[in-house]
Structure formats: C-alpha cells, structure tokens
C-alpha cells in the first residue's frame, strides 16, 4: 500500500494533537488561536495549521471569527444543553440498533472493553479522569456498546458529539464536590446492553450522559460567561428533565 506523503501525514498528526489539546482543555475555551503562536508549539507551516483549524471548524471545536482569526470554540451552558439534547436522541437510537443487530462478538468486545476500563480506575484511584490512557479506554468502552448499530454515518455523528462533549466531562470531573460511582454505572449499561434490555439501556445511558450535564450546570456554572447564555430554549427544557 501507498505510503502518504510527508505533508499528508504532518497535517493528520497536527490535527489529531490540536483536537486531542481542544478536548483536554490544554486550548481554553475561547482562547484566540494565533498563527505564530501556533506554528511554534506544533511545529508545523502556516498552511498546514490553517488546514487543521478548517477541519476543525468543521467539527465544531474551533469557530472563524470574520477578519479576526480562530478562536477555540466557547462554553456555555446554552451549548452543552443543546449538545446534551441532540447525544441522548443519537445515543438513543445507536444502542437501540446495536442491540437489535450485536452478535455474540460484539458482546464480548463489551466485556473486554469494560474489564481494560475498570481494572485501569482501580489502579489510578480518584484521580482516573486525569489520564489520558483512562479517557481512552473510556471512549472505547461508549463506542463499544454502539458498534454493532449497523449505520456508519450514525457512528460518525455520534463519535463527533462525544468528542465534543469530553470538556464538559472534563470540568463535571474537575468541579464535582463528591465521588461519582462511574464504575457502577458503566456496569450497570453494560449489563442492560448484553441482557437485551433495550428500555433499561437507553434510559440508562440517558440518564448517564445527563448527570453529567447537570453536575457542570451546579458545579462549574460559575466558568461561563453569563452573556454566553441564550434564552431558554426546548432543548434547554429537555436536556434539564
């Protein structure tokens, strides 16, 4: 097979490390995105970076400004209810396909994702979500129950909003006044998921995702700026039930 070329291949690894530095939260929220700044910590040229900050215009991680560059994309609370609204519809209905279609393959990948996931939290202890190898792993773990949905555009959309998603994981982990028994529940999903419980599973990754949402608002509410906050909308309504 074809190797990619050198220019090819520098521009798939500075886009990879810029979304992985937007998703960590090591790019702030509505951080300006500078050129000269940029090429100095990625070590890449001018076109190359303006390439990666296109593709991730395009995933929502970074927004154009007219005339004034990038800037990393905001947070807010209108946003991440939003965001939580259309997850629970998409989350929804990949693991209610999944179900529908996953074969006794699918199942134990499962089951091997979960263990990989749980067995690195025991090691890490309180501070699992720091770690990038458990955020990983976790991401397997999501993606695992939903692999068997049968729609590749469906996953696409799904990988996308989890991404997305991963900074206000980030600040609920960060800001939480208590210990989430996140071992629990993903075990609790994980079993509704391989018993074929399709209305357990979906209320429960439901209620999973959401618990999320509502720790940030509590907790971390305080980070954003209020004049972020649109007037309430259904999806404001929904994402708080």
């Known amino acids: ?11 798939a690894d500075v886009l990879q490390r810029m979304r992985a530095d937007i998703i960590s939260c090591a790019l702030k929220p509505g951080a300006k995105l500078r050129f000269e700044g940029l090429r100095d910590m990625y070590a890449v040229s001018f076109s190359t970076l303006r390439e990666a900050l296109s593709r991730l215009v395009a995933e929502g991680l970074v927004v154009a400004e007219d005339q004034r560059g990038f800037v990393v994309a905001p947070v807010s609370i209108a946003d991440l209810n939003d965001l939580t609204y259309v997850r629970v519809l998409v989350e929804r209905e990949c693991l209610g396909l999944a179900i529908k279609h996953g ?9 091997g994702s979960f263990h990989r996931m749980d067995r690195l939290q025991d090691r890490l202890g309180s ?10 792993l976790h991401g397997d773990f999501h993606f695992s129950l939903v692999a068997a949905c049968g729609s590749p555009n469906l996953l696409e959309i799904r990988q996308k909003l989890f991404e997305r ?28 998921v391989i018993a074929r419980d399709t209305a357990k599973a979906q209320e429960l990754i439901e209620r999973h995702i959401r618990e999320t ?21 259904r999806a404001d309504h929904v994402a708080a039930e």
């Open 1 to 11: 097979m074809r190797d990619k070329p050198a220019g090819e291949t520098r521009a």
């Open 103 to 111: 074969n006794d393959d699918w199942e134990a990948d499962i089951i």
């Open 127 to 136: 501070n699992y979500y720091l770690s990038g190898e458990w955020g990983k």
């Open 165 to 192: 998603a991963h900074r206000y994981r980030r600040m609920s982990s960060q800001f939480r006044p208590k210990w989430r028994a996140k071992d629990v529940e993903h075990k609790m999903i994980m079993d509704s």
């Open 213 to 233: 949402t509502e720790n940030v608002i509590k907790h971390a509410g305080h980070l954003f700026d209020a004049a972020d906050e649109a007037p309430h909308t």
